[in-house]
């Protein structure tokens, strides 16, 4: 099993930045990819940025140049830098672990919301 708690939402104003952090405990040693996804209200989640164990990152087309993705493996902890916020990007934020078995395991969520 595997446990991650995301947090570092909140209310910014569009241009401003936030930075997202998941830390991520129990079985660590069995983890791939670890990523960050996002749900708006009405719409599906999608995956917004993706980092693999070796530091391959992936990046959703509309955050490209403004979003970062990194990870910490010494303190098994990723981190999603978001610049440049718009209000199109207002979500509730989920951290995401795969492991090597291909189980995918979620944070609680944590709010983003980009409004003047």
């Known amino acids: 099993q595997v446990q991650l708690v995301d947090s570092g939402g909140g209310l910014v104003q569009p241009g401003g930045s936030l930075r997202l952090s998941c830390a991520a405990s129990?079985?660590?040693?069995?983890?791939?990819?670890m990523g960050w996804y996002r749900q708006a209200p009405g719409k599906q989640r999608e995956l917004v940025a993706s980092?693999?164990?070796?530091?391959?990152?992936d990046y959703l087309d509309s955050v490209k140049g403004r979003f970062t993705i990194s990870r910490d493996n010494a303190k098994n902890t990723v981190y999603l830098q978001m610049n440049s916020l718009k209000p199109e990007d207002t979500a509730v934020y989920y951290c995401?672990?795969?492991?090597?078995?291909?189980?995918?395991?979620w944070g609680q969520g944590t709010q983003v919301t980009v409004s003047s």
């Open positions: 129990g079985m660590v040693f069995s983890i791939n990819a």
């Open positions: 995401n672990a795969q492991t090597i078995l291909q189980r995918n395991y």
């Open positions: 980092i693999t164990k070796g530091g391959i990152t």
